[in-house]
């Protein structure tokens, strides 16, 4: 199995590579009353059935210790992200202060997230280095609200997703650093399909994530974004995007059989309800201005066996040819 890379990726890789030989070894928590880990766990949990019911369903199927770790993953995400997204006052303090206790090897035990995300991070040897990615990704979004290449874009994609990947594969297990670059193929995939559905939500917010550079090269221009307009310019565009999006899928997927046997339902769910994304977007004539693509629960419930099948017997093979 021969993972395709292309040019861009080369940085992105040297990134990804880079914690794997600073990784130290992990201090256990020094906790006296175990009850507060329990709660910190309980309390990740309740936050990943909120905030994404699919990603709760699709990691029931783990072991009850993997799951609690990626549940404690998914909370360090949400706080972040929410730190950005809906914090007030100096966010950048916010990010940065929050980055000191989530990184602490033995947090306050009233710090929920943070002690949950230690425990986790202990146990299955996650490198903090890719956390501390993922937060200078976040912190991006307080500065910088343009990307004039894809390079650029992938750039971003790969601190703020291809990271939460990387970490996961800590907590699944994975045969060898063969799946690395399949990780990062993966994350830059999901985050794209993110900013393709969002694009005019992300607009009203001041953010515009697609490369400058092919927008002009389809014949665009932000005046065309604030105005929502969709023309047969702005068709060709969300199909290159969409067709890029679509390949690096095809490219990533293969590398779920290289994760550990429990945690392959999780991440090929994420990948095919992501998917499936861009296909609502092409059912609503590239509208995403005014309108939100999203798959439905009846649609996803009903995709779920056939993804397990794939997921479980490695049946993704050859989709990158």
Known sequence: MTVQINAWEHNLLDQAYAPLEERL??????LSDRSKLNEAYDYCEDLTREHSRTFYVASALMSAEKRKAIRALYAFCRVSDDIVD???????????????????????????????WADARASYHVPSQYAVQLLSGVSRDLTQSRYETFAEL???????ASTVGLMSMHI???????????????????????????VGEDWEKGR???????????????TDID?????????AFMQFQIARARSLYAEALP?????????????????ELYQGILDEIESNDYDVFTQQASVSDWKKLTSLPGI?????????????A
């Not at 992938?154 to 703020?160: I, K």
């Not at 699944?172 to 063969?178: N, P």
């Not at 994530?209 to 389809?218: G, N, T």
Request: charge should be negative; hydrophobic fraction near 45%; charged fraction near 25%.
């Open 25 to 30: 070894r992990m201090v256990s928590l020094d």
């Open 86 to 116: 809906e914090g007030v006052g100096d966010k950048a303090a916010a990010v940065r202060a929050w980055q000191h206790r989530a990184l602490e090897s033995n947090p306050s035990d009233d710090d929920l997230v943070a002690l949950a």
């Open 154 to 160: 992938a750039d971003y994609c790969y601190s703020v």
């Open 172 to 198: 699944i297990g994975y045969s060898s650093k063969d799946a690395i670059p399949y990780a990062v193929k993966l994350g830059i995939a999901l985050q794209l399909t993110n900013i393709l559905r969002d």
């Open 208 to 222: 515009f994530y697609l490369p400058q550079e092919e927008l002009a090269f389809f014949g665009l221009t932000e």
């Open 227 to 235: 105005h929502g307009v969709v023309d047969d310019r702005w068709r």
């Open 255 to 271: 590398g779920i059989k290289l994760l550990g046997k429990d945690g392959r339902f999780a991440i090929g769910a994420a990948a």
């Open 308 to 320: 397990w099948w794939r997921a479980r017997f490695g049946k993704y093979e050859g989709q990158a």
